[in-house]
């Protein structure tokens, strides 16, 4: 019942990312996120919504096992690990550190599950939220740059307190 909701969600981003100069998620690029990408996650149960205080949906996260394998070796593969994917907050929720909230909520999924890492792969031309992610504890593992791939900036962070 979300998913126009979440759809235009992700528009927005998608707009404000365009604002900002960069090319993450814009029409033409490599694996840009899609509406049936985002059916998918929910109908797999992997797609989690936050809502605020008056009800409205102020932000989406996708987490689950799925290590893509063209960025992440078979031995990472084998570790433990939760990844996050198509994380979004719109800016008026940005300043209430909703994101930061949103990766501890994934970081306690990990650790509820017995898993060692949280992981993610970040846009490679988006230095700031490669940024964002390593003020948030994760470390650059390495990038993969794969032509018809935008993303490709490995992150991960060891599961426990934050």
């Not at 992997?46 to 799925?66: E, F, H, K, M, P």
Request: aromatic share 8%; net charge neutral.
């Amino acid at each position: 019942a979300d998913l126009d909701t979440l759809e235009e969600l992700r528009a927005e981003a998608v707009e404000w990312l365009a604002s900002r100069g960069l090319d993450q998620w814009q029409p033409g690029q490599p694996r840009v996120p899609t509406r049936q990408t985002t059916a998918d996650a929910i109908a797999r149960g992997s797609c989690y919504l936050a809502y605020g205080q008056d009800g409205q949906l102020v932000g989406t996260i996708t987490v689950d096992n799925r290590a893509d394998p063209e960025f992440w070796t078979p031995a990472e593969r084998a570790e433990p690990a939760l990844y996050v994917h198509r994380m979004i907050v719109p800016r008026h929720a940005a300043a209430d550190g909703l994101g930061a909230r949103l990766l501890d909520w994934a970081n306690d999924q990990a650790a509820s599950t017995g898993k060692r890492w949280l992981r993610l792969d970040a846009w490679k031309t988006n230095v700031a939220l490669q940024r964002y992610y390593m003020r948030h504890g994760f470390t650059h593992v390495r990038t993969i740059d794969l032509s018809h791939r935008g993303s490709g900036a490995l992150f991960q962070r060891p599961v426990g307190p934050q």
